[in-house]
């Protein structure tokens, strides 16, 4: 009985750590020497959810070609992808940002 807890454990930590979410972040980015912004959506772990924007600033976005990997300036904030932004300007680029 003791290994049969002990197994489901293990078996309901593994799911968990393999479950993913889906998150939007709203970051500024370079492409040609010019700033501009944008909103990204990234399924990522649970587990990493609190890394996220470490994460989106490490791996960068493409550019339109789909090619391209351009750096990251500055991820400004993450929400899940069922929630709102918190700021102003976040919340317009999401509306006006087509998908």
Known sequence: ???LVLSLYVLTFTALAETKVAYKCYLDYQENSIKKSMVVKRNIPISTANQLPVIVAQQ???AANGKTLLPVLVV???APVDAD???LSA???EENQPD
């Open 1 to 3: 009985m003791k290994y």
């Open 60 to 62: 960068g976005v493409y």
């Open 76 to 78: 400004h904030e993450c």
């Open 85 to 87: 932004f918190i700021s």
């Open 91 to 93: 919340k317009r680029h």
